[in-house]
């Protein structure tokens, strides 16, 4: 911690102190916000960043900047990582950590439902490189074992998965990679660090999406790669820097703020979840519903193992989504009908199989497409839990169900 508190500290206090110390000048205790994309240096400073080191002063904000910087610091705290890399979104993170990575003629298994984004890019993009994708169902630890090939360089995992919420066994698919000679890398986004610590359980990497839970008021974008020196610092310079994904420090600034309150938030919104996941369970309306902290979840032993906290991510199915769509988004009044997750305020979407099959997830083999079913039917409604009152968002549901 950047005050140097010496004595061990809770999750609260980590969230609100890590990276950050009153200012030397002013005394200013929140963290300044350093707008300047350049700094006075000395004339012997070079003019590249091949020559730059991890503790240079500030060149240029591409290169770093002081309030990334504090932010880079929280996360790796959050994460207890040796250090983090944070980056203007969370696919700047993803597209950065694939290219830094892999190169033509080597193989990465990738989890087959994902992010959109991630699942789209590896369909075409990446494997236009000459770069081997295989797409594996990652909670089937022997199926990643089964695709391991002596070129695998890259397994690529996301616990809980968007949109279905299935799990993957960190711990296990760390050992088979670890195996293979190949990096393990651990999309963290849904669970958070309140939930899961994956590089404690064997990960190389741990990628987070901050623009939802981590900054929490849907206001900022915002990605980060965390894990070791060894792995960061040349991914930091070599590739990050010259691709350009620089977070903006007044978006880390906002994050930063919405950080502080990380650890109150996600168990407010586990709690929150719980309720609204047991009363769409008993809905008649409703066919299923999975959300991690419910014994009807099928790898709820996995769940309760891994995860400390359950996060405030439901999904459920009606028959009909499409029409009920269309109710919820006119009918809804404190819940959002919008995308993404992790906010202080409730939103929902509905994710439609069909569409889903054709623009994002490519299915290698007949038990991946009968995981997706079995899970999502024909489309299934993603409600992200906020921070309202739980009693109030049951009304709107319920109001918009009948």
């Not at 996995?302 to 995860?307: D, E, I, P, S, V």
Request: glycine share 6%; net charge negative; hydrophobic share 40%.
């Amino acid at each position: 911690m950047s005050e140097q508190i010496l004595f061990p500290v809770g999750d609260q206090t980590r969230a609100i102190h890590a990276g950050e110390a009153p200012d030397p000048v002013t005394k200013a205790s929140s963290p300044n916000l350093v707008m300047s994309t350049t700094y006075v240096v000395d004339a012997d400073t070079g003019f590249s960043v091949e020559g730059l080191q991890e503790n240079d002063p500030w060149i240029y904000s591409r290169w770093g900047n002081p309030t990334v910087h504090q932010l880079e610091e929280k996360l790796a705290a959050f994460e207890e990582a040796e250090t983090a890399v944070a980056f203007a979104s969370g696919m700047g993170a993803i597209t950065t950590l694939l290219f830094h990575l892999l190169r033509a003629g080597d193989h990465a298994i990738i989890s087959d439902v994902a992010y959109a984004a991630l699942s789209e890019i590896t369909n075409d993009m990446i494997p236009e490189y000459n770069i081997e994708i295989t797409k594996v169902n990652t909670s089937d630890s022997k199926a990643i074992a089964k695709a391991i090939r002596s070129n695998t360089k890259l397994v690529y995992i996301e616990t809980p998965c968007n949109p279905l919420l299935r799990l993957t066994d960190i711990q296990a698919v760390a050992a088979i990679a670890r195996a293979a000679g190949a990096k393990l890398a651990v999309d963290s986004t849904f669970a958070t660090p309140a939930a899961t610590k994956p590089l404690q359980l064997g990960a190389d990497f741990v990628i987070h999406s901050l623009t939802k839970y981590i900054g929490g008021h849907g206001d900022a974008l915002g990605g980060a790669i965390l894990g070791s020196k060894a792995d960061l610092t040349p991914l930091r310079k070599k590739t990050a820097i010259r691709f350009g994904g620089t977070l903006s420090p007044f978006n880390a600034w906002l994050i930063l703020r919405g950080a502080a309150t990380f650890p109150l938030r996600m168990q407010a919104h586990q709690e929150n979840a719980l309720k609204i996941a047991n009363y769409l369970e008993n809905h008649p309306k409703v066919e299923r519903v999975i959300y991690p902290g419910l014994p009807s979840h099928p790898q709820y032993e996995l769940a309760k193992r891994q995860m400390k906290n359950f996060s405030g991510m439901v999904t459920f199915r009606i028959k009909d989504g499409a029409s009920q769509a269309k109710i919820f988004a006119d009918k809804l009044q404190i819940i959002h009908y919008a995308v993404s997750l992790g906010h202080h305020r409730s939103l929902i979407f509905y994710l439609d199989s069909k569409a889903l099959l054709e623009s994002s997830f490519h299915f290698d083999t007949p038990e991946q497409l009968s995981s997706w079913k079995e899970y999502a039917g024909d489309g299934l409604f993603r409600l992200s839990v906020g921070l309202e009152d739980a009693d109030d968002l049951t009304r709107d549901l319920e109001q918009a169900l009948e």
